[in-house]
């Protein structure tokens, strides 16, 4: 379980440029739940990701994973248990080395990395069985540079990359928003497959109104900091989402 | 064939300066000057330790050991006081310069009454071992889970980050392993050419860049050849080349110039030469595309 305390955070501190993203802000969320949060653009979606990963440090308040106080915590340190998937494909891997190479750099994750021979043989099958679930075929490319792969397949292997140590928290940061519809419901499948099959407690952010209800079990609206909606994706349907979203551009346009 | 051998005895000590600035410039993508201090420091530090008395090979190891100490203070100033990268390795570099004159107290020192690691055998025998000991090291290293951290921390550090390491760990592993390759090949040049000079350091970089670039080129589509192995060989090219121009009447006060236009005219032959080359006339469009694979694995999968 994931808890926010009284979070505080602004940019351009004490300038006439500041901005106050997030006021003493609080938030829950539910272990081996999938939570959706979605709002326009600047609402603090992105800021609240990169304060959880450590990516930006907090003004002020607490965040508690599983009931251990992370606030203090390097981004380093806090990547021990939370995986994270970005936007961009290229971020979640390294291009110049091989498939085998990159899933091999992610099962040491945690463990220390030493001047011991990091390709270990008797882990392939782990790794070729986890590719076959992605069923991209991937498991055939195994000595494949990264850079050869599509965005999609790119995606996927950054996907498996981040959850193969099994984080107690996983923060996917509009991970489908720079592939193609096709190739994104088919990275969102596999991620709904892997965040089921493990249970994994995980944050879902998305501008995409329909994945948001379908691949999550609960949706949060964020709007300028504040949480103007929270509830269980079945009882949301696309146009009641749609509706609140098209409002809220409309106050801001109006303001 | 008294200059063939020189060239390629020169080439192989070059080679291991080009395999220091291949861990900066290749795999951590970052341009690191300081060598041109680091090179004439590993030079010094050899003079001054053989005038102690101690002997030669301990002499050359501690030389190679203390200049990895380069690359300790230009990863403190980057990672430290957020120096820029390549202000950091200036900045290094001319303090090694002050550093260099105060380590025996003179500009230039002779070294032919000293014994050298070249006393061990045949000059090219034993730079030949020290070259592939080197290589070979340095292949397995990058083998092991250190290693690979190294080259993904040049690649993309969010996914170090994101494996819960310390990028500037990566960065200092390698600056002080680049930087003690550079010293030892710097105090092999003063055991070959018998003499320390202030002024050996002098745009080294662009020799390292050119053994690299040259080393590049070579069967850019054999996956065997190891980058280690092409930058050696680079290395040896671009001395023999230079060897053969001074020997066709090149004014040796004009080979710094005509070591750049070298170091220009590959990095352009790579960068603009093969495209122009390649280009065929043809537009874009389906009937142009000649790799066809990934429309195949996309009809399979639909």
Same mark, same amino acid.
């Not at chain 2, 390549?86 to 001319?94: C, D, E, H, P, V």
């Not at chain 2, 290589?135 to 290293?141: A, G, I, N, R």
């Given at each position: 379980?994931?808890?926010?305390?009284?979070?505080?955070?602004s %940019?351009?501190?004490?300038?006439?440029?500041?901005?106050?993203? %997030?006021?003493? %802000?609080? $938030?829950?969320?539910?272990?081996?739940?999938?939570?959706?949060?979605?709002?326009?653009?600047?609402?603090? !979606?992105?800021?609240?990701?990169?304060l959880?990963s450590?990516? %930006? !440090?907090? =003004?002020?308040?607490?965040?508690?994973?599983?009931?251990k106080?992370?606030?203090?915590?390097?981004e380093?340190?806090?990547?021990?248990?939370?995986?994270?998937?970005?936007?961009?494909?290229?971020?979640?891997?390294?291009p110049?080395?091989?498939?085998?190479?990159?899933?091999?750099?992610?099962d040491?994750?945690?463990?220390?990395f030493?001047?011991?021979?990091?390709?270990n043989k008797?882990?392939?099958? !782990?790794?070729?069985e986890l590719?076959k =679930? #992605?069923? #991209?075929?991937?498991?055939n490319?195994?000595?494949t540079?990264?850079?050869?792969?599509?965005?999609?397949?790119?995606?996927?292997l950054?996907?498996?990359?981040? *959850?193969m140590?099994?984080?107690?928290?996983?923060?996917?940061?509009e991970?489908?928003?720079?592939?193609?519809?096709?190739?994104?419901?088919?990275?969102?499948?596999k991620?709904? /497959?892997l965040?089921?099959?493990?249970?994994m407690? *995980?944050?879902?952010i998305?501008?995409?109104?329909? =994945?948001?209800?379908?691949?999550?079990?609960?949706?949060?609206?964020?709007d300028?900091?504040?949480?103007?909606?929270?509830?269980?994706?079945?009882?949301l *349907?696309? /146009?009641?989402l749609?509706?609140?979203?098209?409002?809220? $551009?409309?106050?801001?346009?109006l303001h | 064939? &008294?200059?063939?051998?020189t060239s390629?005895?020169q080439?192989?000590i070059?080679? +291991?300066l080009?395999?220091?600035?291949?861990?900066?410039? &290749?795999?951590?993508?970052?341009?690191?000057?300081?060598v041109?201090?680091?090179?004439?420091?590993?030079?010094f530090?050899?003079?001054k330790f053989?005038?102690?008395?101690i002997?030669?090979?301990l002499?050359t190891?501690?030389?190679?050991?203390?200049?990895?100490l380069?690359?300790?203070?230009?990863t403190?100033l980057?990672?430290?006081?957020?120096?820029?990268p390549?202000?950091?390795?200036?900045?290094?570099?001319?303090i090694?310069?002050?550093?260099n004159?105060k380590?025996?107290?003179?500009s230039?020192?002779?070294?032919?009454?000293y014994?050298?690691?070249?006393?061990?055998g045949?000059?090219?025998?034993?730079?030949?071992? +020290?070259?592939?000991l080197v290589?070979?090291?340095?292949?397995?290293?990058l083998k092991?889970?250190?290693?690979?951290?190294?080259?993904?921390t040049?690649?993309?550090?969010?996914?170090?980050?994101?494996?819960?390491?310390?990028c500037?760990?990566?960065?200092? @592993?390698?600056?002080?392993?680049?930087?003690?390759?550079?010293?030892?090949?710097?105090?092999?040049?003063?055991?070959?050419q018998?003499?320390?000079?202030?002024t050996m350091?002098?745009s080294?970089?662009?020799?390292?860049?050119?053994s690299i670039?040259?080393g590049?080129?070579?069967?850019?589509?054999?996956?065997?050849l190891k980058?280690?192995?092409r930058?050696?060989?680079?290395? @040896?090219?671009? &001395?023999?080349?230079?060897?053969?121009?001074?020997?066709?009447?090149?004014?040796?006060d004009?080979?710094?110039?005509v070591?750049?236009?070298i170091? @220009?005219?590959?990095i352009?032959?790579?960068?603009?030469?093969l495209?122009?080359? &390649?280009?065929?006339?043809?537009?874009?469009?389906?009937?142009?595309?000649?790799?066809?694979?990934?429309?195949?694995?996309?009809?399979?999968?639909?």
């Open positions: 379980m994931l808890r926010i305390r009284n979070l505080s955070k %940019f351009n501190k004490g300038t006439e440029n500041q901005v106050d993203i %997030f006021t003493n %802000f609080n $938030l829950t969320i539910e272990k081996n739940k999938c939570t959706a949060i979605i709002g326009p653009n600047g609402c603090g !979606k992105s800021t609240l990701l990169n959880i450590g990516t %930006f !440090k907090a =003004d002020d308040g607490q965040i508690l994973l599983n009931d106080d992370i606030s203090n915590l390097t380093e340190k806090r990547a021990l248990f939370i995986g994270r998937v970005h936007q961009d494909p290229s971020m979640g891997v390294s110049t080395l091989t498939i085998l190479e990159n899933m091999s750099l992610a040491k994750k945690g463990e220390g030493s001047l011991r021979r990091l390709v008797d882990r392939i099958p !782990k790794y070729v590719l =679930d #992605l069923d #991209l075929g991937l498991e490319k195994l000595n540079q990264v850079k050869y792969l599509s965005g999609g397949q790119r995606q996927s950054s996907l498996l990359m981040a *959850t140590k099994f984080p107690d928290l996983l923060l996917l940061d991970h489908t928003a720079a592939l193609d519809p096709k190739t994104s419901h088919v990275v969102m499948m991620t709904k /497959e965040i089921e099959k493990y249970k407690t *995980t944050i879902f998305s501008h995409n109104m329909r =994945d948001a209800i379908q691949y999550s079990d609960r949706v949060i609206m964020l300028q900091g504040q949480v103007i909606l929270d509830k269980a994706s079945k009882e *349907t696309e /146009e009641e749609m509706d609140i979203y098209r409002r809220k $551009l409309d106050e801001h346009l | 064939m &008294k200059l063939l051998l390629v005895e080439g192989l070059f080679g +291991i080009a395999m220091g600035v291949f861990i900066t410039y &290749k795999i951590l993508d970052m341009a690191d000057l300081s041109e201090g680091t090179f004439p420091f590993g030079a530090l050899f003079a053989i005038s102690l008395g002997n030669p090979i002499s190891l501690l030389a190679c050991l203390f200049g990895s380069a690359g300790l203070l230009t403190l980057f990672t430290q006081l957020k120096i820029r390549i202000l950091a390795g200036i900045l290094t570099m001319t090694l310069y002050s550093v004159l380590i025996n107290g003179r230039n020192i002779p070294l032919f009454d014994d050298s690691v070249f006393d061990l045949s000059t090219l025998l034993v730079l030949i071992i +020290i070259a592939l290589k070979v090291l340095l292949d397995l290293f092991t889970e250190t290693g690979y951290l190294l080259i993904a040049g690649d993309n550090e969010a996914l170090v980050k994101s494996l819960g390491e310390n500037n760990k990566y960065k200092l @592993i390698g600056l002080m392993i680049a930087n003690g390759l550079v010293a030892l090949s710097g105090a092999l040049m003063a055991q070959h018998g003499f320390v000079d202030i350091g002098a080294i970089i662009v020799v390292a860049l050119a670039i040259i590049d080129t070579i069967k850019k589509k054999s996956s065997l980058s280690t192995t930058v050696i060989i680079g290395a @040896i090219i671009y &001395k023999i080349i230079g060897g053969i121009a001074i020997d066709l009447g090149l004014n040796p004009d080979l710094k110039a070591n750049a236009f170091v @220009i005219a590959f352009a032959y790579n960068n603009v030469a495209d122009l080359f &390649k280009f065929n006339g043809k537009g874009g469009g389906v009937k142009n595309v000649t790799n066809t694979q990934p429309v195949q694995e996309l009809q399979q999968r639909y």
